[in-house]
C-alpha cells in the first residue's frame, strides 16, 4: 500500500490550501483516514482525522479552518486548509488504516510541506 500526498506549498497568512492524499495498491478497505504534522522541533500532532463513516475529528488549533473529507471510490482523503497561520507551517502527513489480504496496517505518506509567511 502507498499514500501519494499533494498540495502543499507556500502561502500567505490568511491563504488557503488543499492537500490531497490518495491510497493504492492491494487495498480490501479503508478504516480511518488522517492528518498529520510535524514543526520544525515539534513532535508529529494529529490535524484531523474521518472515519469510513464520515465522522470527524479536528486538533483544537485548526478547528473552523480546516475540513477534511474523503472519497471512497477514490481511496482518497483531502484537507481544505483555509486562513492559514504561520504557526500551520510544518511537513503534513497523511495516514490510513487499511485492510489488505495479509491483514491491517497503518500506513504513511511521505509528506508534504507546507509553508505559511506572515
Known amino acids: 500500500v502507498q499514500l501519494q500526498a499533494s498540495g502543499g506549498g507556500l502561502v500567505q497568512a490568511g491563504g488557503s490550501l488543499r492537500l490531497s492524499c490518495a491510497a493504492s495498491g492491494s487495498i480490501f478497505s479503508i478504516n480511518a483516514m488522517g492528518w498529520y504534522r510535524q514543526a520544525p522541533g515539534k513532535h508529529r500532532e494529529l490535524v484531523a482525522a474521518?472515519?469510513?463513516?464520515?465522522?470527524?475529528n479536528y486538533a483544537d488549533s485548526v478547528k473552523g479552518r480546516f475540513t477534511i473529507s474523503r472519497d471512497n471510490a477514490k481511496n482518497t482523503v483531502y484537507l481544505q486548509m483555509n486562513s492559514l497561520k504561520p504557526e500551520d507551517t510544518a511537513v503534513y502527513y497523511c495516514?490510513?488504516?487499511?485492510?489488505?489480504?495479509w491483514g491491517t496496517g497503518d500506513y504513511w505518506g511521505l509528506g508534504t510541506q507546507v509553508t505559511v509567511s506572515s
Open positions: 495516514n490510513s488504516v487499511v485492510m489488505t489480504g
Open positions: 474521518i472515519t469510513s463513516g464520515g465522522s470527524t
